[in-house]
């Protein structure tokens, strides 16, 4: 059976070689099986194609969420912003895991690295600001259980330096198109912008009424894993602590969706569960942010040697913001 929801760049990571990403999940070996955005909202994304050594560039459409105040809390109460100054700047480490299963193979990519230069450039009079994260540096880590190790990937994410992610986000976190762009790539660096796409974190959506401590809200994104797979992520979040200009938020996330056809299979019962913990401070360009979530559906292929086989698959990504 066809492996559904491809990442050319995992596979480029497991056989060493390079491939430009394709606007739409391709064929691959199995344990190049795809992942989704981070427990993201709709971060499909679509290729800009370039001459040989000219720039990669890739672009995630905006995040289609809505967001409803549960309870507004205890205590005195004010309105959550990501509230970074123009031209603020701040160094962040951004790092990304991967992990996809089909039946009892799976694959894990060691965790990607990246060193930011993080600034913000306009902001408006609804606090919507530019901002700009220039990669400075970019390392692999080892993870424990993976058959792959930091050298597998380097040759992919050697030469990110100067890679910048560019987009718009509103007071309340919201965010609109995305760039990721690398004006001269190694010759793996497509790889590893599809990887980095997938994997990117993404913070949560905030209420725009007043909340104090042990406030709740939820917010509903309709999401697209690899550009095929329609899923909602529908993610309960609550403040746990407030400590002067910090507040610091927990996520819990499940994700289900419609039995739908793709590539001549019939995907069914998706589902999954996430996590996600984010601090934010007053004037900091990034907050402290770590999130995981787990997508698990399965196939059925009519044009496979045994159509009744099911194939079971298990999607996990994993991130963090930690700035510096």
């Not at 550009?227 to 938020?249: F, N, P, R």
Request: include cysteine; glycine fraction near 8%; hydrophobic fraction near 35%.
């Amino acid at each position: 059976m066809r492996s559904l929801l491809t990442l050319a760049a995992l596979a480029a990571c497991n056989s060493g070689t390079s491939s430009r990403p394709p606007a739409a999940p391709q064929t691959p070996d199995p344990k190049a099986v795809a992942t989704p955005a981070a427990s993201t909202p709709a971060q499909a994304a679509e290729t800009r194609p370039a001459a040989p050594g000219g720039p990669v560039e890739v672009k995630i459409p905006p995040a289609q969420t809505t967001v409803k105040l549960v309870s507004d809390g205890q205590g005195k109460k004010q309105v959550l912003r990501y509230s970074a100054r123009p031209g603020a700047r701040q160094t962040v480490e951004v790092a990304m895991d991967f992990t996809g299963r089909q039946d009892a193979e799976e694959a894990t990519a060691p965790t990607i690295v990246l060193i930011c230069d993080a600034r913000t450039g306009t902001v408006d009079k609804d606090g919507a600001a530019d901002y700009t994260l220039t990669v400075t540096g970019a390392d692999a880590r080892p993870v424990a259980g993976s058959d792959r190790t930091p050298q597998d990937l380097k040759p992919a994410i050697a030469g990110l330096a100067g890679l910048t992610i560019a987009g718009k986000r509103g007071a309340n976190g919201s965010t609109g198109e995305v760039t990721l762009r690398l004006e001269r790539p190694p010759a793996s660096g497509d790889d590893a912008l599809g990887l980095i796409r997938e994997t990117l974190p993404v913070l949560p959506v905030l209420p725009t009424q007043p909340v104090g401590l042990g406030a709740k809200w939820q917010s509903t994104t309709a999401a697209r894993l690899a550009d095929k797979l329609d899923i909602t992520q529908v993610t309960d979040y609550e403040i746990i602590a407030h400590d002067g200009a910090s507040w610091t938020i927990k996520g819990m996330t499940k994700v289900s969706g419609k039995d739908q056809k793709i590539d001549n299979a019939t995907i069914s019962a998706i589902s999954g569960t996430g996590t996600s913990e984010t601090t934010i401070a007053d004037g900091a360009v990034y907050p402290v942010h770590k999130e995981q979530l787990e997508t698990r559906f399965t196939a059925t292929d009519p044009e496979s040697a045994d159509p009744s086989k099911a194939v079971q698959f298990t999607i996990k990504v994993g991130g963090t913001v930690t700035p510096k």
